[in-house]
Every structure is written in C-alpha cells, then in structure tokens.
C-alpha cells in the first residue's frame, strides 16, 4: 500500500505532463478547441507544480492570432502567472519541467518579451496617450518602455499644443514632469499667462499678475508695464510708489532718480531722505503692495 503512495505524485506529474504537451500540440496545430479543452480539465486537477507549465500553454493559445479568442492582455496576465509559479517551484520540480516541458526561465521570458512587443505594436498602431499609458503601466519592464514613454509624452504636447492654452500646458507639465518638451510647455504656459492675464493692459491687471505669478520670466515685462503707466504723469507720489512696491526692480533706481530730480525742483535737498522715509511709511499703513 505504501509503495502506490509513493509512486502516486510521480505517476500524477507524468499524467499531467502529458496533458500539456498534447495541449503544447493542440496549439501549434491550431486545433484551438481540443487545446482549450484539456487546459480546462487541467485547470481544475492539475497538482500545483503543474500550474505553471498550464498557464505558460495558456498564454501560448490566447497570443496566437488565428486562435477566435486572441487576447494579448489575457496571454500576458498568464505569462506571468506563469513565471511567479515556476519561481515558486522547487528546484527540483523545476527541472522535471525543464525536462518535460522544455520550460525554463528563458522559455518564459522568450513569451514574455514576444507578448511585449505584441502589445507595443498595438499601441503603436492606436497611437493615442491612452494606448501607450496602458502599455507603460502594464508592461513594466518592457524593452519598449522608454520609447513607449517618449511616444506618450510626445502626444501629449502635441494635444496640448493643438489646445494652446495655458491650462493645457499646465496640465502637460504638472502630468509630465520628466518629458523631454517641458521646457517647451514651460516657455509656452508663461507666454500665455502673461498675455492671458494683462490682456486688458490696465495698471491692475499688471499688479495682479505679478500677485498671482511673482516668479514669471515675465516679471521684468510686468514691471516696466507698471512703471509706464504708474509715472506717466511724472508724479512725485507714484515715483514713490513704485519704489516702494518694486524695493528689487532694476527700475527702482530710475524711479528713485525721477523722484530726487523732482523733488528738488521745489523742495530742500537736505529733507528728501526724511521725506522719503516718511512717504514709505505711510504707504506701508495703508498696505502697499510691496511686490
């Protein structure tokens, strides 16, 4: 009795082998229903170290063409199946596999990188952001990730261009970060903010921009917009203003400069500074800008 105990798993695994090579058969003869068939009866009897030979003949049946259920999602998600079961398997199963099955590492990872380039073909033929998203996050360790990568970013800008708003570019750079046209989106996006935002070329639109983007390379541009306009009365109070918002600008010393020459016209050189002084004061209890 215990002798048939023994030789039972033995005679189990050979049964099993079996069945998946005929499967194996089945599948390059392209008798689909035959190969589906016995994987389905194995599917549901098979011993555990068997498992990975069944989903490995599995994935070979849904990545055939011909076959009318050909699905490369669904030979990718066995292939894998396939692999963690077989690293699973101890050393020794693995090798009767070998043996058995010819299936290996390399066996697998032959499948594994066809089924890559399978799937890269189709979002290539697709060619939307969504196709190559899907690829990326799917096949994480594709060859063809990084062009995969280099095609979506791609896309992504051109949609963005083709929108050519700041929103858009906006959200090109905050989904992208790492894409090769951020510098393009970047130059862009601050084009369009500063002419979307002083579009009125009022002195208030300038103020506000400034308050909302104090870091635009279009600072300089908004600074001499206000400058312009604040001190085109030549007015001794909006020099001073100005000054005393724009502490940093480069047109401050200007503004400074106007503000000395004017008011020395008619006051005591001596009493600018303390004027001055005095004026800043005020406009900062009244809450200047201070930009």
């Known amino acids: 009795m215990r002798w048939w105990l023994a030789i039972l798993p033995v005679f189990a695994f050979f049964i099993g082998c079996q069945s998946t090579r005929s499967a194996l058969k089945a599948i390059e003869d392209q008798q689909w229903e035959k190969a589906a068939s016995i994987l389905l009866q194995q599917s549901a009897n098979e011993k555990d170290s068997l498992f990975s030979g069944v989903y490995y003949a599995y994935s070979l049946l849904y990545a055939d063409s011909a076959y009318q259920q050909y699905q490369i999602d669904s030979a990718y998600q066995y292939i894998l199946r396939a692999s963690q079961?077989?690293?699973?398997?101890?050393?020794?199963?693995?090798?009767?596999?070998?043996?058995?099955?010819?299936?290996?590492?390399?066996?697998?990872?032959?499948?594994?990188?066809?089924?890559?380039?399978?799937?890269?073909?189709?979002?290539?033929?697709?060619s939307t952001v969504t196709d190559y998203q899907y690829f990326i996050d799917q096949h994480t360790d594709a060859p063809q990730r990084e062009e995969a990568i280099l095609q979506r970013n791609q896309l992504a800008f051109d949609a963005a261009s083709q929108v050519d708003t700041y929103q858009a570019y906006r959200e090109f750079l905050d989904t992208y970060p790492q894409a090769?046209?951020?510098?393009?989106?970047?130059?862009r996006y601050n084009t369009l903010v500063f002419q979307s935002q002083t579009a009125t070329g009022n002195?208030?639109?300038?103020?506000?921009?400034l308050e909302a983007f104090p870091r635009s390379p279009y600072r300089p541009q908004a600074e001499?917009?206000?400058?312009?306009?604040?001190?085109?009365?030549?007015?001794?109070?909006?020099?001073?203003?100005?000054?005393?918002?724009?502490?940093?600008?480069?047109?401050?010393?200007?503004?400074?400069?106007?503000?000395?020459?004017?008011?020395?016209?008619?006051?005591?050189?001596e009493c600018f500074f303390f004027e001055f002084t005095?004026?800043?004061?005020?406009?900062?209890?009244?809450?200047?800008?201070g930009l």
């Not at 090769?180 to 130059?187: G, I, R, S, T, Y």
């Not at 005095?278 to 800008?289: A, D, I, L």
């Open 180 to 187: 090769a046209q951020v510098p393009l989106a970047d130059e």
């Open 278 to 289: 005095k004026q800043k004061k005020t406009y900062k209890r009244e809450g200047g800008r």
């Open 85 to 126: 079961d077989f690293q699973a398997t101890p050393e020794k199963e693995q090798e009767k596999l070998a043996r058995a099955l010819s299936l290996s590492d390399s066996s697998l990872l032959r499948q594994k990188r066809r089924l890559d380039s399978l799937a890269f073909a189709r979002a290539t033929d697709q």
């Open 224 to 269: 001499q917009a206000i400058f312009q306009i604040s001190t085109a009365d030549n007015q001794l109070a909006h020099y001073a203003r100005f000054a005393y918002d724009f502490p940093n600008s480069p047109l401050t010393r200007k503004a400074v400069n106007w503000l000395y020459h004017l008011y020395k016209v008619n006051h005591p050189v």
């Open 203 to 209: 002195l208030q639109s300038y103020y506000q921009f």
